[in-house]
């Protein structure tokens, strides 16, 4: 994908989950089975996981370079980057630290922050040259060090796994 299909996609996803948050009601958005996360708590989750990204992306080349070494492998497909995170799932991998919600949220707050750094994070994209994508790396906490295109495609499944997640359990 190029960075202009990944922000296409990127924002596809994004505006399903908040076209899906928005229709839901305070009840509806707080509900949850025991032990389980409410849909609002999904899209903080996906709020957390964008900002230190937005974060990241703004940092200077060479910084990036210094922080996180040069890639020693070519760039992933977007299947193989997803096949990697569901396989990190299917080991029992999930969300730690600043990453997990709080206990308390507030629905417009949450939606107006998503919505503001979804549009920043576009924006960071179409700033970087196609090539430095696969030039450059950024930690993940699951899956390691990533280039930044693959970082990109989990960001795209990464938003719609919370979609379809947030989607079932509308469901119930």
Known sequence: MTKDEIVKRLKENTEKVISLIES???EELNAA???KWSKLKHLEHLLRSIQPLN???QIPLPGLRILFGKPNRPSRTYDEQVAKYLK???EGGKASGRFIPAKKQEKSRILKKYQ???EFLYKVILKWKEGDLDKYLLPHPLLG???IREMLYFTIYHTEHHYKIISSLNQE
């Open 55 to 57: 974060k990241a992306l």
């Open 145 to 147: 060090k990533l280039l």
């Open 88 to 90: 990190k799932l299917s």
């Open 116 to 118: 503001e750094q979804s």
């Open 33 to 35: 089975e025991t032990g």
């Open 24 to 26: 839901l009601s305070g």
